[in-house]
């Protein structure tokens, strides 16, 4: 039972580093495709501008489907983060009306709820003065799913606003821990599978 269970949990350490080498590699293509944020006004934003990970869209933000969601984040609980907060805006044209797809969003968190409603506030403020622009890299979230009430458009995207995409550097190096571990841990599957299996005992 025990040998089953360390095998288990080796495997799935093993599926992990995998994922790892793939998310660290694709951080480092995206880091090196967007060495600057992708410019963008909301009006013309479609599909290709919808591959670029990191971005600066210009619209206004609306009120209109806003979101205030609880962040859930285990390991920021543990470490007493304390309960954090994200609020989601639609970013739309001028011209936008009830019923427009939407194709941008701005997550401002997470944060305390405090400071997450005091940047969304700040950033509606200066919305209202004019033209905002939201700068900030893509989060892999089901954006259709979020937003019940609106229209959201098939290439829509969540940006969490003011981030930036990791140093290279910090993909390299998560990048060649997660490939020690799956070259170690791959290794140990493979041998594992190559022992003989023991022969069943035969009572006459």
Known sequence: MYDAYKTLKITLLFIASLVG??????????????????????????????????????????????????????????????????????????TWRPGDPVHVFARFGPYPRDEARRRARDAFNTSALGNYTLTGTQMSLEVERMFPELNVAS????????????????????????????????????????????PELAFD
């Open 21 to 94: 080498v793939y998310a660290s590699g694709n951080l480092y293509w995206q880091a090196q495709r967007d060495p600057s944020p992708h410019a963008v006004d909301i009006s013309r934003f479609g599909a290709d501008d919808a591959d670029h990970y990191w971005l600066a869209v210009s619209g206004y933000l609306t009120a209109r489907g806003a979101m205030e969601r609880q962040d859930y984040n285990p390991t920021a609980s543990k470490a007493g983060a304390g309960t954090r907060y994200n609020v989601d805006v639609p970013l739309v044209p001028a």
């Open 155 to 198: 290439d829509a995207v969540i940006l969490q606003a003011g981030s930036t995409p990791p140093a290279p550097g910090a993909s390299i190096f998560m990048g060649l821990i997660c490939l020690v571990l799956c070259v170690i841990t791959g290794r140990w599957l493979f041998l594992k599978w190559q022992q003989p299996t023991p």
